[in-house]
């Protein structure tokens, strides 16, 4: 079983950048898919990005491509996703999730951190 706690959320001003945190504890972190999603009010919860056990292959969604970036230490048990030229369209509860059937993208995940929020104002 994995617990996954976010930090970093919070109110920037479009074009300005924050930078996502996400701890994780549990038996078999290291060998899990983890990923990144958002809930904007009124909206379907969101697929953002995800990377793969090892760090060394990433996806993202179209909306975010060449802004974010998601990266993991494992020796630390983190999950990162920095974002960067962010848009008021970003505005959204950020959720860290893992996928215990994946070793390479996020699906289903199977694990959730409670969100953090992130605002981005015009």
């Known amino acids: 079983q994995v617990q996954l706690v976010e930090s970093g959320g919070g109110l920037v001003q479009a074009g300005g950048s924050l930078r996502l945190s996400c701890a994780a504890s549990g038996r078999t972190f290291s060998s899990y898919a983890m990923g990144w999603f958002r809930q904007a009010p009124g909206k379907e919860r969101e697929f953002v990005a995800s990377?793969?056990?090892?760090?060394?292959?990433?996806y993202y969604a179209d909306s975010v491509k060449g802004r974010f970036t998601i990266s993991r230490d494992n020796a630390k048990n983190t999950v990162y996703l920095q974002m960067n030229s962010l848009k008021p369209e970003d505005t959204a509860v950020y959720y860290c999730?893992?996928?215990?059937?994946?070793?390479?993208?996020?699906?289903?995940?199977?694990?959730w951190g409670q969100g953090t929020q992130v605002t981005v104002s015009s």
């Open positions: 999730a893992a996928d215990r059937r994946s070793t390479v993208v996020v699906g289903t995940p199977d694990y």
């Open positions: 990377v793969s056990w090892s760090g060394g292959s990433t």
